[in-house]
């Protein structure tokens, strides 16, 4: 049996960055520059609700490091977000953002705030709101949002527009995940989860598993979740378990996920989906299947229930699904996993390339926007996998020395102001 021990989201990140430097033998200066985020801006949304009333909503947006690029993140609406958890999902885009390769540091932003509680008027003024409080810290060449849990293209269409409305101009290249016709990438929305799948083929590879009829469980079937199950079952994978915040459902034979979500449009929730049958988020995780790809919350394989996981891989498509316990309980189990920083990173991969197509006033064709989008996961994991090999390591060990490694060289090599 494992202890059960208290984790933050924070405390977590702290522990593998404390590990990538001590593999590394960094420097203790860059270490400890790299342990805390150059800037946390807090900030009380005040927004007028379609009652008249007025309510206040506490918003952030922590940046981490920008050693390699402006800083890169998602904004997430959720009513028990902290600052704390900010920070670490700031720190884990700056190493996710080293290891795809692309020229940004991290960032994060969070509101707290029930999104499903309010109206799409209220979710605009309180997007618009937020933006304006932290404006003059954002900008294309200063620090660019994108989607993240609970908010989505339509957010990021009032973020454009606030942000454009207060410089005077139009600035698309302010922020990703846009819709296409106001200079929104092809195959954005989709890039996470797809992303995801390209790394599944590269482990399955490694661990000889066939894709063919594999079966795979997806929690969560919000973007990244549905964009997974529908990539895992174009390469003839078998969707047998998917779940949402209102619970799961199990099909041996096969779901189809489009048909999934038009069920769960239509009724608010993935549950008594034809043909299957009901089962909690909790069996989702248990359920007997080749793969699992954990694409919800924080926190959900823990010492708890990794004695009762089947699969022979995970995926981590959401950040940080997995405790540090369970993470070395999976490993000695000979399971492979795929670890978050790695996994996820087509969706920030697409929005580099929807941010270099909108400075360059391009706009690149779906077939392009992919085709790039496996090269750059395939040489993700590569580079990921030689690491860890290398150092008869997991391959979340190796993701991080990788990660940490590129920023520390940036920093290095650019030296300290003044
Ligand atoms: P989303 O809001 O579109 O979907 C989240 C899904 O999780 C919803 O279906 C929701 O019902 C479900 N959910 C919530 N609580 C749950 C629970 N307790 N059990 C099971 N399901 C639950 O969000 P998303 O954009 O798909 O993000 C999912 C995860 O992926 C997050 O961890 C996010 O940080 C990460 N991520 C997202 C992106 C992106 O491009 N959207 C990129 C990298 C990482």
Same mark, same amino acid.
């Given at each position: &049996?494992?202890?059960?021990?208290?984790?933050?989201?924070?405390?977590?990140?702290?522990?593998?960055?404390?590990?990538?430097?001590?593999?590394?033998?960094?420097?203790?200066?860059?270490?400890?520059?790299?342990?805390?985020?150059?800037?946390?801006?807090?900030?009380?949304?005040?927004?007028?609700?379609?009652?008249?009333?007025?309510?206040?909503?506490?918003?952030?947006?922590?940046?981490?490091?920008?050693?390699?690029?402006?800083? *890169?993140?998602?904004?997430?609406?959720?009513?028990?977000?902290?600052?704390?958890?900010?920070?670490?999902?700031? &720190?884990?885009?700056?190493? *996710?953002?080293?290891?795809?390769?692309?020229?940004?540091?991290?960032?994060?932003?969070?509101?707290?705030?029930?999104?499903? *509680?309010?109206?799409?008027?209220?979710?605009?003024?309180?997007?618009?709101?937020?933006?304006?409080?932290?404006?003059?810290?954002?900008?294309?060449?200063?620090?660019?949002?994108?989607?993240?849990?609970?908010?989505?293209?339509?957010?990021?269409?009032?973020?454009?527009?606030?942000?454009?409305?207060?410089?005077?101009? &139009?600035?698309?290249?302010?922020?990703?995940?846009?819709?296409?016709?106001?200079?929104?990438?092809?195959?954005?929305?989709?890039?996470?989860?797809?992303?995801?799948?390209?790394?599944?083929?590269?482990?399955?590879?490694?661990?000889?598993?066939?894709?063919?009829?594999?079966?795979?469980? %997806?929690?969560?079937?919000?973007?990244?979740?549905?964009?997974?199950?529908?990539?895992?079952?174009?390469?003839?994978?078998?969707?047998?378990?998917?779940?949402?915040?209102?619970?799961?459902?199990?099909?041996?034979?096969?779901?189809?996920?489009?048909?999934?979500?038009?069920?769960?449009?239509?009724?608010?929730?993935?549950?008594?989906?034809?043909?299957?049958?009901?089962?909690?988020?909790?069996?989702?995780?248990?359920?007997?299947?080749?793969?699992?790809?954990?694409?919800?919350?924080?926190?959900?394989?823990?010492?708890?229930?990794?004695? *009762?996981?089947?699969?022979?891989?995970?995926?981590?498509?959401?950040?940080?699904?997995?405790?540090?316990?369970?993470?070395?309980?999976?490993?000695?189990?000979?399971?492979?996993?795929?670890?978050?920083?790695?996994?996820?990173?087509?969706?920030?991969?697409?929005?580099?390339?929807?941010? %270099?197509?909108?400075?360059?006033?391009?706009?690149?064709?779906?077939?392009?926007?992919?085709?790039?989008?496996?090269?750059?996961?395939?040489?993700?994991?590569?580079?990921?996998?030689?690491?860890?090999?290398?150092?008869?390591?997991?391959?979340?060990?190796?993701?991080?020395?990788?990660?940490?490694?590129?920023?520390?060289?940036?920093?290095?090599?650019?030296?300290?102001?003044?």
């Amino acid at each position: &049996m494992f202890m059960a021990v208290e984790h933050t989201a924070l405390t977590v990140a702290l522990a593998q960055l404390k590990l990538a430097a001590q593999k590394l033998e960094l420097n203790q200066g860059i270490y400890k520059m790299l342990s805390q985020p150059k800037r946390s801006i807090m900030v009380s949304i005040n927004v007028r609700l379609d009652n008249g009333a007025i309510d206040v909503y506490n918003g952030v947006r922590v940046q981490h490091w920008d050693a390699r690029g402006p800083f *890169k993140g998602g904004i997430r609406y959720y009513p028990k977000i902290t600052l704390d958890e900010v920070a670490a999902l700031s &720190m884990l885009m700056t190493w *996710k953002c080293a290891i795809a390769d692309i020229p940004y540091g991290g960032a994060k932003g969070g509101v707290c705030v029930d999104s499903k *509680k309010l109206s799409k008027r209220e979710l605009e003024r309180l997007t618009r709101r937020y933006v304006s409080l932290i404006v003059e810290y954002l900008g294309p060449h200063r620090d660019i949002p994108a989607p993240d849990m609970y908010t989505d293209a339509q957010t990021m269409a009032w973020v454009m527009d606030t942000y454009s409305q207060l410089k005077g101009y &139009m600035v698309p290249e302010c922020v990703t995940g846009k819709p296409v016709e106001v200079g929104g990438s092809e195959g954005r929305t989709e890039a996470t989860g797809r992303g995801v799948i390209h790394c599944v083929q590269q482990a399955a590879q490694r661990i000889d598993l066939r894709l063919k009829d594999a079966s795979v469980a %997806v929690q969560g079937f919000g973007n990244v979740g549905y964009h997974a199950a529908q990539a895992a079952a174009e390469l003839g994978c078998k969707v047998v378990a998917v779940s949402d915040s209102t619970g799961g459902i199990y099909n041996p034979n096969g779901l189809n996920p489009a048909q999934v979500l038009k069920h769960k449009a239509e009724t608010g929730s993935v549950q008594a989906f034809k043909g299957s049958r009901d089962i909690t988020n909790e069996e989702l995780l248990e359920t007997s299947c080749d793969i699992l790809v954990p694409a919800a919350l924080e926190n959900q394989i823990t010492c708890n229930n990794v004695d *009762k996981i089947k699969a022979r891989m995970v995926a981590e498509a959401a950040n940080g699904p997995t405790t540090p316990e369970a993470d070395k309980a999976l490993y000695e189990k000979g399971v492979c996993l795929v670890p978050d920083i790695l996994a996820n990173c087509g969706g920030v991969t697409v929005s580099y390339f929807e941010w %270099v197509q909108n400075l360059t006033r391009e706009h690149w064709s779906i077939e392009k926007v992919n085709r790039k989008l496996g090269e750059k996961m395939t040489r993700a994991f590569n580079d990921v996998y030689a690491l860890s090999q290398k150092e008869e390591s997991d391959l979340r060990t190796g993701a991080l020395m990788l990660g940490v490694g590129r920023v520390a060289d940036a920093i290095k090599t650019l030296g300290l102001w003044p």
